[in-house]
């Protein structure tokens, strides 16, 4: 995890420390030691407490009282409310992408969704986290609506979590994968209605799954 580079470090900082988390290397609960992460990452507090202020605004980090900071935890209700508003935002990109993506955007998703696969094949949680968010980055680029992508952004990094959670279960991947391809399909169709159902129909599918391993967890 040490940073190797230092051009836009608080960025580079936040950045693993969000992979980390999203990953289970830091778990929900997990108190985060500035001491510790200072040296496990190779840099100074004052980067360190900047690229932790930026995962608090994100969500992902929690300051309790007396204890200092720790990893947010995800309740069912929190995953509930976070999976509502990706749907609603998700769904309106899906409609925009199939209105306004260029013919290169396409193929750009296409080749993104064939990538995933071969993630699926070799499953790693950061492999398929980078490459989820690079068909994601696709997604948003081609909706070119840039404050729903924002908005989105946001609530990927929320959700980031519950991916991996949601996908712990080698046939949740296979169904994952076969609703992108079939969204994948009515995009590359210019269906915005269809795009926005099967955009909404995976969320609900990820969000069931992901709510059933929290409470088997919980339970």
Request: proline content about 3%.
């Given at each position: ?6 051009p836009?470090l ?10 980390a988390?999203?990953t289970?290397?830091?778990p ?7 001491r510790?992460?200072?040296?496990m ?9 900047e690229?932790l202020?930026?995962?608090?605004v994100?969500g ?7 204890k ?9 209700e929190?995953?509930?409310?976070i999976?509502?508003?990706r ?11 199939a ?17 995933l ?14 490459a ?9 680029e081609g909706a ?5 992508g ?5 609530i990927?990094t ?18 994952s994968l ?6 994948l ?7 915005e209605e ?16 992901a ?6 967890k919980?339970?």
């Amino acid at each position: 995890m040490r940073i190797q580079s230092f051009p836009g470090l608080r960025e580079q900082v936040a950045e693993r420390l969000r992979m980390a988390i999203a990953t289970g290397r830091f778990p929900p609960g997990a108190r985060l030691v500035e001491r510790e992460l200072c040296e496990m990452l190779g840099v100074s507090r004052p980067s360190l407490r900047e690229a932790l202020r930026e995962l608090q605004v994100d969500g992902l980090v929690t300051l309790q009282p007396n204890k200092g900071l720790s990893v947010s935890i995800v309740t069912p209700e929190i995953a509930r409310l976070i999976y509502e508003v990706r749907s609603a935002l998700e769904g309106l990109a899906a409609r925009l992408f199939a209105r306004n993506a260029t013919d290169e955007q396409l193929r750009a998703l296409r080749r993104s969704v064939n990538h995933l696969a071969d993630v699926y094949e070799d499953f790693s949680a950061e492999a398929f986290i980078t490459a989820k968010t690079r068909f994601y980055e696709i997604l948003l680029e081609g909706a070119g609506n840039p404050i729903a992508g924002d908005m989105l952004k946001r609530i990927h990094t929320r959700a980031s979590q519950l991916r991996v959670v949601s996908l712990s279960r080698s046939e949740r991947a296979r169904q994952s994968l076969r609703e992108l391809r079939e969204f994948l399909d009515a995009l590359e169709a210019r269906d915005e209605e269809l795009s926005y159902k099967l955009c909404v129909a995976h969320i609900e599918a990820a969000a069931a799954s992901a709510l059933e391993a929290i409470d088997q967890k919980i339970g």
